[in-house]
């Protein structure tokens, strides 16, 4: 009796492929049971029950047909007397390299008393002699599997096996998003390596499940009543139970009871898009009581492996703590099949193949945009998608990087320090400069020198982002540093014309009030912005005479000429813009009751602005009219943007939790980390001016939230 038949295994990957080769999966499963047939299993079953068993489980990761043909195969070289070159030739090279991949990996001796560092290589490794990502899919489908089936092994391989999945192949699962294998991995580990504790787990779960399971499915029906009373569409609401290991490690590293555990049961919300997330984010916090601190926010900062989600944790009636995750329908996807999401197959076209080839740990450079003001989060795509290559270090580190990595990037890799003094390097053995490209399987010893600096011709053969924000970040000082010094000689040799002393009128607080004119922070920002000749020394002068003059009473009525024409004197724009074509400008973004100006376009009509505008002083002033209100949609729904400073991002859900309560929509939120606080903009819906300072009000009434204003 097979665990499933050939037929079953077809019509499951008809399900989700549009056009799978089912022959070659008949095919398949002809040759293996024929080659297998007079193996067994230590159960006593038909050993090609473990074959099919494997892609089963691939089908269920929505894997192609030269895939799950290679699961029913994989076997097949190892424990008969086929060669791989047999394979080829009757199925082809494709699923003769993915069962070539799965043999290699097998066959990779693991040693488990190694430390974290070492497992980690170990793992590493296993990804590196794998080459395609579908090899590793094949082979945790068979640690699955065996590990279901594990029962009839002997004691010590139980444990030996049990440890071995725990240590490596859990935690690759994880990394590739497939968290329904990994808890199921680590659960069945957890059981064999120890018992005792999962019993525990177990009963206790027993005990906490029936007793609330009607109080689960009355609440969230309640909950599906609300999110439809405020008019969320098209969402789903699961709920799940935490695995037993899990458990198990919060119990342990937490030092805390199963009871005091507050994410045992969950609910998923899964709604259409990111602005129902945070939607759903604020009416599940205006219903029921966020506990502090309890709240991720894994959209706008997702974790390392790519997941996204909002995780908060509530108090429902009863005294339950719950958590909520809540997600779009895409990132639901992402986290139920991780990186087999990238090629299930939408509205009949397969994903390229380049999507088989991402591997998510790549995200770890999501640490650089933490550290670096320069590094910007939408180069990040710059360095998850290309093909990678594998380097060594002297003692046997392995190093990810992008295809294209030069010797400076592998050096900024492992340090900030190690980059910037780097002058070359041995590769496997021979001197190379730092921007020779390196290949997998280099090893690499980095070259240093005490004199070395980093310069920005650097910048124009790296490729990483880490290295390019390193250099930039050392560069843009070192050049500010140069630009101070020629700011403040500059100012010194035009101010001796005059028979002024720089260091006297700094001491006098003299410059301090020319920066104050000049709309300049600070005496050094001044310098710096004259050494880079950003303001001119001309300019400069001219305010100093100014508030030299007012000092000493004897006001000279200089005569300054500007081709700007101001604003105020420009004609009114009364009446209807009907026929005219308008828009309005996303820098400053204007509503009804702004103060606001028109830009005459060259063809493109007119584009309103506040007043305020810093952009609109920057534009030919002979174009710009004025706007009345009349021009303005009373009934129209507005855009309006506001920034402000928190201490941790968490406070969002607070923000977002008061303006839903005050009936304002946001509509989108953008999230960066700006010298160890949080920079916030969120994008609101509203009617009016009003309506925008009633929400700076509102966000500046809440604790730990800094500098609102208006964007």
């Known amino acids: 009796m097979f665990v499933i038949s050939i037929n079953e295994l077809c019509n499951e990957i008809s399900r989700y492929h549009p056009n799978p080769d089912i022959s070659i999966i008949k095919r398949a499963f002809l040759y293996a049971s024929y080659y297998h047939k007079n193996q067994r299993r230590l159960s006593g079953e038909p050993y090609i029950n473990h074959p099919l068993a494997v892609a089963k489980i691939l089908t269920e990761l929505k894997a192609d047909d030269k895939t799950v043909s290679a699961g029913i195969l994989h076997d097949v070289v190892e424990d008969t007397n086929q060669s791989l070159e047999r394979i080829s030739k009757f199925f082809g090279d494709e699923v003769a390299f993915l069962v070539d991949g799965v043999t290699k990996i097998s066959n990779l001796n693991v040693n488990l008393e190694a430390d974290e560092k070492q497992i980690e290589n170990l793992r590493k490794m296993f990804v590196f002699m794998a080459r395609d990502v579908r090899v590793i899919l094949i082979k945790l489908s068979d640690r699955l599997d065996n590990m279901r089936t594990i029962s009839h092994l002997p004691q010590e391989k139980q444990k030996r096996i049990a440890n071995e999945t725990l240590k490596i192949f859990a935690p690759i699962a994880h990394r590739l998003g497939l968290y329904n294998m990994k808890t199921e991995l680590e659960d069945l580990s957890f059981e064999i390596l120890q018992p005792d504790a999962a019993k525990y787990i177990k009963e206790k779960l027993q005990e906490i499940i029936p007793k609330s399971q009607k109080f689960i499915d009355h609440f969230r029906h309640k909950v599906e009543e609300i999110l439809k009373k405020e008019e969320i569409s098209n969402f789903r609401i699961e709920n799940r139970v935490k695995g037993i290991y899990s458990i198990w490690e919060k119990i342990v590293n937490q030092g805390i009871d199963i009871e005091n555990i507050y994410d045992i049961i969950g609910f998923r919300i899964i709604v259409e898009d990111i602005g129902d997330c945070y939607r759903c984010l604020g009416i599940i916090?205006?219903?029921?009581?966020?506990?502090?601190?309890?709240?991720?926010?894994?959209?706008?900062?997702?974790?390392?492996?790519?997941?996204?989600?909002?995780?908060?944790?509530?108090?429902?009636?009863?005294?339950?703590?719950?958590?909520?995750?809540?997600?779009?329908?895409?990132?639901?996807?992402?986290?139920?099949?991780?990186?087999?999401?990238?090629?299930?197959?939408?509205?009949?076209?397969?994903?390229?193949?380049?999507?088989?080839?991402?591997?998510?740990?790549?995200?770890?450079?999501?640490?650089?945009?933490?550290?670096?003001?320069?590094?910007?989060?939408?180069?990040?795509?710059?360095?998850?998608?290309?093909?990678?290559?594998?380097?060594?270090?002297?003692?046997?580190?392995?190093?990810?990087?992008?295809?294209?990595?030069?010797?400076?990037?592998?050096?900024?890799?492992?340090?900030?320090?190690?980059?910037?003094?780097?002058?070359?390097?041995?590769?496997?053995?021979?001197?190379?400069?730092?921007?020779?490209?390196?290949?997998?399987?280099?090893?690499?010893?980095?070259?240093?020198?005490?004199?070395?600096?980093?310069?920005?011709?650097?910048?124009?053969?790296?490729?990483?982002?880490?290295?390019?924000?390193?250099?930039?970040?050392?560069?843009?000082?070192?050049?500010?540093?140069?630009?101070?010094?020629?700011?403040?000689?500059?100012?010194?040799?035009?101010?001796?014309?005059?028979?002024?002393?720089?260091?006297?009128?700094?001491?006098?607080?003299?410059?301090?009030?020319?920066?104050?004119?000049?709309?300049?922070?600070?005496?050094?920002?001044?310098?710096?912005?004259?050494?880079?000749?950003?303001?001119?020394?001309?300019?400069?002068?001219?305010?100093?005479?100014?508030?030299?003059?007012?000092?000493?009473?004897?006001?000279?009525?200089?005569?300054?000429?500007?081709?700007?024409?101001?604003?105020?004197?420009?004609?009114?724009?009364?009446?209807?813009?009907?026929?005219?074509?308008?828009?309005?400008?996303?820098?400053?973004?204007?509503?009804?009751?702004?103060?606001?100006?028109?830009?005459?376009?060259?063809?493109?009509?007119?584009?309103?602005?506040?007043?305020?505008?810093?952009?609109?002083?920057?534009?030919?002033?002979?174009?710009?009219?004025?706007?009345?209100?009349?021009?303005?949609p009373f009934e129209a729904i507005y855009i309006g943007r506001v920034k402000l400073f928190v201490d941790y991002p968490e406070i969002m859900s607070e923000i977002i939790s008061n303006l839903n309560k005050k009936g304002y929509r946001v509509k989108e939120i953008i999230s960066r980390e700006h010298n160890s606080r949080f920079e916030m903009e969120i994008t609101i819906l509203v009617k009016n001016k009003d309506d925008i300072e009633n929400v700076i009000r509102e966000i500046s009434s809440i604790e730990n939230t800094f500098g609102v204003q208006r964007i």
């Open 285 to 632: 916090h205006s219903h029921f009581k966020p506990i502090p601190g309890k709240f991720k926010d894994y959209i706008a900062i997702p974790k390392p492996n790519g997941y996204k989600s909002l995780h908060t944790k509530v108090i429902i009636p009863g005294g339950y703590k719950v958590e909520f995750q809540i997600r779009t329908f895409k990132m639901h996807e992402e986290a139920e099949y991780g990186i087999a999401s990238h090629w299930i197959y939408k509205e009949g076209s397969p994903i390229s193949e380049s999507g088989l080839k991402i591997f998510s740990w790549l995200r770890n450079i999501l640490e650089t945009s933490r550290e670096s003001q320069y590094y910007e989060v939408r180069n990040i795509s710059e360095d998850i998608y290309p093909h990678e290559i594998y380097v060594f270090t002297p003692k046997g580190d392995v190093k990810i990087l992008p295809r294209g990595s030069t010797v400076l990037d592998f050096a900024y890799s492992i340090h900030t320090e190690l980059g910037s003094r780097c002058t070359g390097a041995k590769v496997n053995g021979k001197l190379q400069p730092i921007d020779y490209i390196l290949k997998s399987g280099d090893i690499v010893q980095i070259i240093t020198s005490k004199t070395q600096k980093p310069k920005r011709s650097w910048l124009n053969f790296v490729i990483t982002q880490r290295a390019k924000s390193r250099i930039k970040q050392f560069v843009v000082k070192e050049e500010k540093s140069i630009a101070k010094e020629i700011g403040e000689e500059t100012i010194k040799k035009e101010l001796r014309k005059y028979n002024l002393d720089f260091q006297k009128l700094v001491r006098d607080g003299v410059i301090s009030k020319v920066c104050t004119q000049m709309k300049i922070k600070s005496i050094e920002d001044l310098l710096i912005s004259i050494g880079m000749g950003k303001i001119s020394i001309t300019s400069f002068i001219k305010t100093l005479k100014k508030i030299v003059e007012a000092k000493d009473e004897k006001p000279e009525n200089i005569q300054e000429t500007t081709q700007k024409q101001q604003i105020q004197n420009q004609d009114e724009l009364t009446g209807d813009l009907k026929g005219v074509k308008t828009r309005f400008a996303l820098c400053c973004s204007p509503v009804y009751g702004d103060e606001s100006v028109g830009y005459i376009t060259k063809g493109y009509g007119i584009v309103i602005h506040r007043k305020d505008c810093v952009q609109i002083q920057n534009l030919p002033q002979e174009r710009i009219i004025k706007i009345s209100q009349a021009n303005f």
